[in-house]
């Protein structure tokens, strides 16, 4: 099993949808997450970070379920400038040190 | 301003042909992370510094070396860079090991001609 697993999309939804992102991860004694954004051929930035149950700032919320292992961002009122991979990030698994990406999942937001 | 700065931004190599990208950070941050990126896929991560501490992932390739003279600079080495090696290669930094989020520097995408 992957240490991080989503769903690639793409999300094609229209302006002013509400759109969630689900993601798994294998390694039951992560405390963290993260959401990244990419932008085509740009660096990752960081959207949100996920420390408890879960995280809200504006249209974006974060939730964490750790019974189940996943963790999820919901997009309200979907803009066309959400137009990007969302990438789901764990630290690794297994002793590792260093932040474990999922393969990302696109969302295109149209007119 | 930058705060996790990459060198250069693209860098045109031939096959074979050694080539060193560069990073340098403002941040003080102990951790430096490589990653790969190829198109439409995630980052990989090659290997990560925490201070000096080199950490090596077990399927990154021996053409693929790393250099941590100081806190501020790390660097990515690629002793004969294959066709396959053409990708974006992200820098992060983080403060410590304990699970923050990473600061990433704009990348440098890697042609190999």
């Known amino acids: 099993r992957k240490e991080v697993e989503q769903d690639p999309g793409p999300f094609n939804v229209p302006e002013g949808a509400t759109v969630a992102f689900n993601c798994t991860y294998s390694?039951?004694?992560?405390?963290?997450f993260f959401w990244y954004r990419q932008d085509c051929r740009k660096e990752p930035k960081l959207l949100m970070s996920v420390y408890s149950s879960g995280n809200e700032d504006g249209r974006f919320t974060a939730q964490l379920n750790r019974a189940s292992q996943y963790i999820s961002l919901l997009i309200r009122d979907s803009k066309l400038s959400d137009s990007a991979t969302y990438l789901c990030v764990a630290p690794g698994g297994m002793g590792r040190r260093a932040l474990t990406f999922g393969s990302g999942t696109r969302l295109q937001v149209q007119p | 301003d930058a705060m996790v700065i990459q060198n250069p931004r693209y860098q045109v190599t031939q096959f074979g042909k050694p080539v060193t990208l560069s990073c340098s950070q403002t941040?003080?941050?102990?951790?430096m992370y490589w990653y790969q990126q190829k198109s439409s896929q995630a980052p990989k991560l090659l290997f990560h510094y925490y201070d000096k501490d080199f950490n090596n992932e077990a399927d990154t390739p021996d053409n693929f070396q790393s250099r941590r003279p100081n806190t501020s600079f790390c660097f990515l080495d690629i002793r004969s860079p294959g066709l396959g090696d053409a990708a974006m290669y992200l820098c992060?930094?983080?403060?410590?090991?304990?699970?923050?989020?990473?600061?990433f520097g704009a990348g440098t995408r890697l042609s190999v001609l």
């Open positions: 992060a930094t983080s403060r410590d090991s304990s699970g923050r989020a990473g600061d």
């Open positions: 941040l003080n941050h102990n951790v």
């Open positions: 390694n039951s004694a992560s405390q963290s």
